[in-house]
């Protein structure tokens, strides 16, 4: 029988790796993974490369594991904000790697990743700082750049409700990056607030597919400060 | 000769009005957010956000806020019935695939071909971040810019080359400032309008690039 | 008010012009839409192409508008099935082209067309006679074929229900084509079986967002015959 | 000597029992559903069509047919719960992406290479069609082959070089035929399994390329 659920948060980001290139959904507030990225910060892997739309914010989650020196590079769009303090500091200390990507190309990257593309060719950014040293191409009298699949060794994402074949909803804007990254990386892990039974989820709705997600962990935010809890 | 400026909600009331009823309009990040203040609910402007709506509704209200529902600006806000969510993916191949009517977006600097800076001051000590800028304005039908006509220091933001880095060349069709509101043709810039009392002469000046006075033409 | 629900089938397919690109959603018995098909027929278009997966089954449908000489050209992945005898007979005479598209291929390259990506590199049809002609390159050590976006002027499509804003679900494997072709016209239009009230379609369960479609027509498979009907 | 070849079944069942639990699959038009029905509930071997299912069930009871609920060889079939419909480009996506473990097709002629051919027989006044094979081919992580070991005429259909088009080169990694199942490996075609009372030698007869005798390494 397959049973994707796991028990505990440090069961879902068991074996991540040193080195592992680790995507991280979540947009601002929605969607974050913020259980899973404590896990990982206490799990203790060393020299990550994370792929997210921002760098942190605040002192928890994304920030917290920068803080503590685990991450060597980051792959995002907005990684500046007026909370940003964490990666501003380590940044400017040249204590951190930045690969900036405009928002849509980090997606289509991600896509791309999890669709088995090789390469696509896109108008953005096209005459642009961010398209220096890359391959560019007119097609029908356009300027197009030519950007690569971003592939992960884990994705670590938030979703609503998920079942044992590790199936997922999400909620709202909480959605964003989850369903791209769930593609992209070879062991996708997902914090969902409920584990459903099989066959709870609407086929018609389910927006990510079982066969993209390795492990499903219960974690509601209530239970933000108890690392290790029981799945339903 | 004294004139008053357009305030930033004089500027949003404008924007607003030339967006056609049902048009599906992506508002961006800072002073365009406020344009959406101004449609009004029997012209069915859809707004889409980057992160994942179309459809968005008005702010939230306060103690209605909900961490999982927020515009690309960080603002919790709200969906309309008919509104639905998507991932990024999806919203970026609306975005890029040209299926946003108009984006509004603030800018650093708009040149008289309609490059647009918007992203990145170029200052060294700067943390550069793109976010949808780039996407936005190379993928949008139509782009419009918002922003002071000119810097604190009294530049003009119009400009005949970009001093700042690039978001997207020749992408912008018309220009909103707290002075006038200018068209970006292969003619070159056409002013459509001047705030009361200030001359297109003196305009002109301290725009420092070539206008051409399309007032007339309405 | 926006309001995308025209009231008869006639109505949803007019203006398509001769010449045009048409893409038709379904695959084999699911999702075809049947009543559109047949309006345009009698609308009376002429020299179109037609982008479908399959070139007609048995007499109706594509088959009969295939039979009726409306078709120039077709680009299909599956055109030969047992009851293709329509497609098959033209095509024997040379009085259809056909452009024969690997079925991913064929979806991939609608998805560039809706998401306005330039052109992608795909493994699939490499070293093959399909792929004859077409620029190659090795990415990561793996072949690939450089393919380009398909555009349509028109799109008719099959939903389950949809609302006035044009936003629309799918029922069961009648999803096939449908969401990625409204993405990659100019004009889509889509039959579906209920007409529902603006907020009566769950948010998170909505496949194709109104951005996409253009009309809406009501369809129901009883009224296959009564080309005219009112929308609900 | 003689022999039994193994029937359609038997291959069927055959290639099921090398599938193993919780494998995502995917079964191409033909003989290859046949192998859908030697899967035990227990195992949950979860089936993939490309035409947007995944968590197929077995075949619609007789009166229970939907024609909006196929495979992708037309046939009505069900969901099973904990399935999911999705679009062709997400489905395909799957294939293309390496989401598929194992995709069991069939085949006019495979390669010692590993070259598959299951597309298009070449002749002249064949109309083609490929549908979702060279997808499969080239995206599935392994490319089961099942198909007769000879032609009608009796010629075998693994062959040194393709004649009939390719479908994808280097794909295939295991052949399921009526006499045997032979593994495509870099030292060569590995016999894994002869059909009783045929004898290696004959084997490698009627094939008429190389093969290795690997029955003894399991």
Same mark, same amino acid.
């Given at each position: 029988m397959i049973d994707k659920t796991v028990p505990t948060l440090d069961a879902a980001v068991a074996g991540i790796a040193d080195g592992s290139t680790v995507m991280v959904g979540g947009f601002a507030t929605s969607g974050v993974p913020l259980e899973l990225i404590d896990a990982l910060l206490a799990q203790g892997a060393r020299e990550l490369t994370i792929v997210s739309n921002h760098a942190g914010n605040g002192d928890t989650g994304l920030a917290a594991l920068i803080?503590? %020196?685990?991450?060597?590079?980051?792959?995002?769009?907005?990684?500046?904000?007026?909370?940003?303090?964490?990666?501003?500091?380590?940044?400017?200390?040249?204590?951190?790697?930045?690969?900036?990507?405009?928002? %849509?190309?980090?997606?289509?990257?991600?896509?791309?990743?999890?669709? %088995?593309i090789g390469a696509f060719y896109t108008p953005a950014a096209s005459g642009t700082e961010l398209a220096q040293g890359k391959e560019t191409r007119v097609i029908d009298g356009r300027a197009h750049v030519l950007e690569h699949p971003l592939h992960a060794d884990v994705a670590l994402i938030r979703a609503d409700r998920g079942d044992r074949w590790g199936n997922l909803v999400y909620r709202m804007a909480g959605r964003n990056f989850g369903p791209i990254m769930a593609t992209a990386a070879r062991l996708t892990v997902a914090q969902v607030r409920e584990v459903v039974p099989l066959g709870a989820l609407d086929p018609e709705a389910i927006v990510t597919p079982g066969i993209f997600v390795a492990r499903v962990v219960q974690a509601n935010r209530a239970d933000a400060d108890t690392r290790s809890r029981t799945a339903a | 000769m004294t004139y008053d400026r357009y305030t930033r909600d004089q500027m949003a009331s404008r924007v607003a009005r030339d967006i056609p009823a049902c048009s599906y309009v992506n508002l961006g990040i800072g002073m365009p957010t406020l344009v959406g203040n101004h449609f009004t609910a029997d012209r069915e402007v859809i707004l889409h956000s980057e992160n994942g709506l179309l459809g968005m509704g008005p702010p939230a209200a306060p103690g209605h806020e909900d961490p999982d529902l927020i515009n690309a600006s960080r603002t919790p806000v709200t969906l309309l019935p008919g509104g639905a969510y998507f991932h990024h993916a999806d919203s970026f191949a609306m975005i890029r695939g040209g299926h946003i009517d108009i984006c509004v977006l603030g800018a650093f600097q708009v040149s008289v071909a309609g490059d647009l800076a918007n992203w990145h001051t170029g200052a060294a000590d700067a943390i550069p971040a793109v976010g949808g800028a780039m996407d936005l304005a190379a993928g949008a039908k139509r782009v419009?810019?918002?922003?002071?006509?000119?810097?604190?220091?009294?530049?003009?933001? *119009?400009?005949?080359?970009?001093?700042?880095?690039?978001?997207?060349?020749?992408?912008?069709?018309?220009?909103?400032?707290?002075?006038?509101?200018?068209?970006?043709?292969?003619?070159? $810039?056409?002013?459509?309008? *001047?705030?009361?009392?200030?001359?297109?002469?003196?305009?002109?000046? $301290?725009?420092?690039v070539a206008l051409v006075d399309g007032r007339s033409s309405g």
């Amino acid at each position: 029988m397959i049973d994707k659920t796991v028990p505990t948060l440090d069961a879902a980001v068991a074996g991540i790796a040193d080195g592992s290139t680790v995507m991280v959904g979540g947009f601002a507030t929605s969607g974050v993974p913020l259980e899973l990225i404590d896990a990982l910060l206490a799990q203790g892997a060393r020299e990550l490369t994370i792929v997210s739309n921002h760098a942190g914010n605040g002192d928890t989650g994304l920030a917290a594991l920068i803080a503590a %020196g685990r991450v060597r590079r980051i792959v995002c769009s907005y990684p500046r904000h007026k909370d940003s303090w964490v990666f501003d500091r380590l940044f400017k200390a040249g204590r951190i790697e930045l690969e900036l990507v405009p928002q %849509g190309t980090l997606a289509e990257r991600i896509r791309a990743a999890g669709a %088995g593309i090789g390469a696509f060719y896109t108008p953005a950014a096209s005459g642009t700082e961010l398209a220096q040293g890359k391959e560019t191409r007119v097609i029908d009298g356009r300027a197009h750049v030519l950007e690569h699949p971003l592939h992960a060794d884990v994705a670590l994402i938030r979703a609503d409700r998920g079942d044992r074949w590790g199936n997922l909803v999400y909620r709202m804007a909480g959605r964003n990056f989850g369903p791209i990254m769930a593609t992209a990386a070879r062991l996708t892990v997902a914090q969902v607030r409920e584990v459903v039974p099989l066959g709870a989820l609407d086929p018609e709705a389910i927006v990510t597919p079982g066969i993209f997600v390795a492990r499903v962990v219960q974690a509601n935010r209530a239970d933000a400060d108890t690392r290790s809890r029981t799945a339903a | 000769m004294t004139y008053d400026r357009y305030t930033r909600d004089q500027m949003a009331s404008r924007v607003a009005r030339d967006i056609p009823a049902c048009s599906y309009v992506n508002l961006g990040i800072g002073m365009p957010t406020l344009v959406g203040n101004h449609f009004t609910a029997d012209r069915e402007v859809i707004l889409h956000s980057e992160n994942g709506l179309l459809g968005m509704g008005p702010p939230a209200a306060p103690g209605h806020e909900d961490p999982d529902l927020i515009n690309a600006s960080r603002t919790p806000v709200t969906l309309l019935p008919g509104g639905a969510y998507f991932h990024h993916a999806d919203s970026f191949a609306m975005i890029r695939g040209g299926h946003i009517d108009i984006c509004v977006l603030g800018a650093f600097q708009v040149s008289v071909a309609g490059d647009l800076a918007n992203w990145h001051t170029g200052a060294a000590d700067a943390i550069p971040a793109v976010g949808g800028a780039m996407d936005l304005a190379a993928g949008a039908k139509r782009v419009y810019v918002m922003m002071g006509h000119l810097t604190k220091a009294g530049e003009s933001k *119009i400009v005949e080359r970009l001093s700042c880095p690039v978001t997207a060349l020749a992408c912008v069709d018309r220009i909103y400032t707290d002075l006038a509101v200018i068209d970006v043709t292969p003619r070159g $810039l056409v002013v459509r309008e *001047i705030v009361d009392g200030l001359a297109f002469g003196e305009l002109a000046r $301290l725009t420092g690039v070539a206008l051409v006075d399309g007032r007339s033409s309405g």
